[in-house]
């Protein structure tokens, strides 16, 4: 039997040490995104996403809620520069395909439009005001994000008509599909964090009543 290396066998054991710090670390972070992502109807791509977006440390529902909207905008600015690119191109598809693709660029156009709106709506809520005043905001934001829902899925009614197989059809219905998913993943989140904000702010009134 050869005999123990003891430098190797110590060296390892540091590394299996930093290994195993670094991931109890990581692990509440990991842990948040996915309790917070269990609230949507797409929590595979929800943990994707924010665990690119959302700050290693952060335990905040708002911040989770902001991350999910700033995706939805980029994956549906994104779907509306393919979009626009392909809509350049109308002599290499038929007229009624041509039509449809322009149709769908003006909802998620449209779409774009209404989260962007959403995404300046969360930044500038003010969390220390009257329970009026956020409850104005947050039917803002819930109006707009389910305004979107309804311009990417009447997007993808217009593209049913295409022949099956079109590469070009393929991909702007994966890309809208997309946007649809996380856009629903984004209402979910924000309505999760509004429903605690409203609870606590409720709590902090009874806690200051005479």
């Known amino acids: 039997m050869g005999k123990i290396n003891i430098p190797l066998l110590l060296f390892v054991l540091s590394v299996v040490a930093v290994v195993e710090s670094s991931t109890s670390r990581l ?9 917070q992502c269990r609230r949507t109807r797409y929590p595979e791509p929800c943990v994707t996403f924010l665990s690119k977006y959302v700050n290693p440390t952060s335990q905040d529902p708002q911040e ?5 909207l700033k995706v939805s905008l980029v994956r549906a600015l994104h779907t509306k520069a393919y979009i626009a690119k392909v809509c350049k191109e109308p002599k290499q598809m038929k007229a009624k395909d041509y039509q449809a693709i322009r149709e ?27 329970l009026k005043e956020f409850l104005w905001h947050q039917n803002n934001v819930q109006t707009w ?16 008509g295409f022949p099956k197989g079109g590469k070009v059809k393929a991909t702007i219905k994966a890309k809208v599909l997309n946007v649809a998913q996380v856009t629903s993943n984004a209402l979910a989140l924000f309505n999760g964090f509004a429903a605690k904000y409203k609870t606590s702010h409720h709590a902090s009134y009874d806690n200051n009543k005479p």
């Open 64 to 68: 989770i809620a902001q991350a999910a």
């Open 27 to 35: 692990r509440p972070h990991s842990t948040f995104i996915e309790t």
């Open 104 to 130: 769908c660029f003006v909802h998620i156009s449209h779409g774009v439009s209404q989260l962007t709106n959403a995404v300046k709506e969360l930044q500038n809520l003010k969390l220390d005001g009257q």
């Open 145 to 160: 994000l389910s305004t979107v829902l309804t311009d990417v899925y009447t997007c993808m009614d217009g593209l049913s």
